[in-house]
């Protein structure tokens, strides 16, 4: 079983919870997830930092990166994200809806 860590914008959100459903009910992957938006919470600067960090620790971790890349929209972040998979040997793969 492979794993991946799935990047995109969080403004897709619960397109991103469905994928990740989908990835390890029909495809037997093992998916790592980012944290997703608690309601009203607003996560001061150190706190974005140590979720960027841990979402890079699940990258290390994985086999790969699957990108959720949503109506052609992938943000700056994920862009560094696909960077960082490339520059470390990871596999990339891209879900275009």
Known sequence: ???YTLCGSMRFEKEMQEVAYYLETQ????I???IYTVVDAKPT???LRALERAHYQKIDISDGIYVL?????IG???RKEIDYAHQNGKEVI???I
């Not at 495809?27 to 093992?30: A, H, L, R, V």
């Not at 890349?69 to 929209?73: A, K, S, V």
């Open 69 to 73: 890349n949503i109506d052609g929209y």
């Open 94 to 96: 891209y879900h275009c």
């Open 45 to 47: 600067a150190e706190e």
């Open 76 to 78: 700056e972040s994920v």
């Open 32 to 34: 790592l997830q980012c």
């Open 1 to 3: 079983m492979k794993t």
């Open 27 to 30: 495809k037997g992957y093992n």
